[in-house]
């Protein structure tokens, strides 16, 4: 997994940009996390509960994105994508939405998901 964390311009708000197949993950630190204290403390605390055995899984909930946390991984995925119904698509646009699916969601490895949101804090300064 490949990412870049950049100020915008204009605003000044941190923006992070994804590798493909990761996508997902930047709008969900933008949306959800920003430079919010409180939520980079609960996220890295329900890894250390899933790293102690406290917990197998463990689901935070946000506005747009939800995460998942497991022994194996970390899950991000847009709450649409959770929550949508099944369509039957046509087969012409049936490859585009496989490539919209997988910006829907996205997983890695716990511990490149701890050091991805310790790097964010680091750069939104949301970690004292």
């Known amino acids: ?7 915008d311009a204009i605003t000044g708000a941190a923006k992070a940009k994804f590798s493909y197949g990761h996508e997902v993950i930047g709008p969900w630190l933008e949306v959800e996390i920003g430079d919010n204290t ?3 403390t609960d996220l890295l605390t329900a890894i250390a509960n899933i790293d102690s ?3 197998n899984e463990i689901m935070i909930t946000g506005r ?11 899950i991000v995925q847009n709450n649409s994508s959770i929550n949508g119904e099944a369509h039957e698509m046509p087969a012409e646009l049936a490859e585009d939405f496989d490539d919209y699916e997988q910006s829907c ?5 716990i511990d490149d998901f701890r050091q991805l949101l310790l790097s964010w804090a680091k750069f939104t300064n949301s970690l004292q």
Not at 1 to 7: A, L, P, S
């Open 1 to 7: 997994m490949e990412y870049e964390f950049v100020h």
């Open 38 to 40: 409180q939520k980079m």
């Open 53 to 55: 055995g406290n917990n």
């Open 64 to 74: 747009e994105y939800s995460v998942t946390f497991s022994h194996d991984d970390v």
């Open 105 to 109: 969601s996205s997983s890695c490895g």
